[in-house]
């Protein structure tokens, strides 16, 4: 995030400070025992049960735990209800492209309520990009190779446009 502004205060005051995110993911257990994770790159990871490959990851940027999901086994929230430990919102979300070549993150906020209210729209910006390139430097740490393109912000038009497909 170079040529960033710092975070506001505000953003610090309510702990969502980007320079403290997680450089590191963990993946519960109860996940991780339906995966067979790829020890030369997390994106190749595919399903114990003979199943798709990896699709989609929801990524919890202060604590590092990452949630994975496959094609057309579930969404971001049910893996995240199943799975996770902190409010859905609080997790950056990406989906896998393999043969694309892809990772696509779709635009975040973890501020819900009265802490929403509280910051300008230019910390909003800065949060989302921040956990987004925050999630792409794990994925890096985990093997994603240069070969493979990050995406930020991205909606259910440009996935649809990208693969052909709807329902994302």
């Not at 979300?93 to 993150?105: G, I, M, S």
Request: proline share 7%.
């Amino acid at each position: 995030m170079e040529n960033q502004q710092p975070p506001s205060s505000t953003l610090v005051r309510l702990g969502w400070d980007p320079g403290s995110f997680s450089k590191d993911l963990v993946i519960p257990d109860s996940n991780v025992r339906c995966w067979e994770i790829s020890p030369r790159n997390l994106l190749l990871s595919s399903s114990i049960f003979g199943g798709p490959r990896l699709e989609r990851i929801s990524w919890h940027p202060l604590s590092g735990e990452m949630i994975l999901s496959g094609r057309g086994e579930s969404h971001h929230a049910m893996d995240i209800h199943n799975h996770g430990s902190h409010p859905c919102a609080e997790y950056v979300r990406a989906l896998v492209l393999p043969e694309k070549r892809v990772v696509a993150t779709r635009p975040w906020c973890p501020l819900v309520g009265d802490a929403a209210r509280q910051v300008d729209r230019a910390d909003t910006i800065l949060l989302s990009r921040g956990g987004q390139v925050a999630l792409e430097g794990v994925l890096r740490g985990a093997g994603m190779t240069r070969s493979w393109r990050h995406i930020l912000d991205i909606d259910n038009a440009r996935l649809e446009q990208l693969t052909g497909r709807r329902g994302w």
